[in-house]
């Protein structure tokens, strides 16, 4: 019968440095704000699936005298249906640039995320999760 042994990692006791707790909490900070940049990216988005819907929408209608109402905070004024085809490629152009500069942040979020953990692992090992909880 053959023993199996499991090999016991010891913890290391390891001292947190006020500069360490500092890189922690920064972590931390920029880990939660990347998470609330990729929701907000995510609402853009259905934002602009939505204006796609409907410019396609739009593009069906046949009747090019009807006057369309367009949403403008909260007050509809009606258009032509070319000026409402305009508006609505206006508002996806801006939501795109929009998306393209929360993708920007979180693409710098994520490479100051990359430094910290080389730097908290370097020190800290196991002792430390940076992993984020896929829940």
Known sequence: MAATTKKSVAVEDVNVTFEDQQKINKFARNTNRMTELKDEI???K????NLEDASDDLMMCEDDDLRIPYQIGDVFISHSQEETQEMLEAAKEALKEEIKGLEGRVASIQEVLGDLKVQLYAKFG??????ADES
């Open 42 to 44: 995510e609402a853009k």
């Open 46 to 49: 259905k934002s602009l699936q």
């Open 126 to 131: 196991n002792n430390i999760n940076l992993e």
